[in-house]
């Protein structure tokens, strides 16, 4: 069982950065995949970026490519979001998602999942 927490989210200026972070306990993140996510309101759910924990490859959506890094540290089992240069069209909740194995861009891949925090970036 692999219990997710996000933090850092919050209110900012578009042109303004956040880190997210995504704390794992319960198990070790080695050969888990984890993958952030968001979700606007009445809208589903996409995906960001996503991170093998094992080998550290990882890929981002279109849309966060140049802006956002996403970065591990196995020996702290978190997982981060580094998001800069943020639009109003980032506000969303982001959530964090585990899953065993390399790292997968669609939602229901996950079986863990955090309870997301909410990013709001202002015009």
């Known amino acids: 069982q692999v219990t997710l927490v996000e933090s850092g989210g919050g209110l900012v200026q578009a042109g303004g950065s956040l880190r997210l972070s995504c704390a794992a306990s319960?198990?070790?993140?080695?050969?888990?995949?984890v993958g952030w996510f968001r979700q606007a309101p009445g809208k589903e759910r996409e995906w960001v970026s996503a991170?093998?924990?094992?080998?550290?490859?990882?890929n981002y959506a279109d849309f966060v490519k140049g802006r956002f890094t996403i970065s591990r540290d196995t020996a702290k089992n978190m997982v981060y979001l580094q998001m800069n240069s943020l639009k109003p069209e980032d506000t969303a909740v982001y959530y964090c998602g585990a899953r065993p194995g390399y790292e997968l861009s669609t939602s229901r891949a996950y079986g863990y999942w955090g309870q997301g925090t909410q990013v709001t970036v202002s015009s």
């Open positions: 319960g198990r070790t993140l080695n050969n888990y995949a």
């Open positions: 991170i093998s924990t094992s080998v550290g490859s990882s």
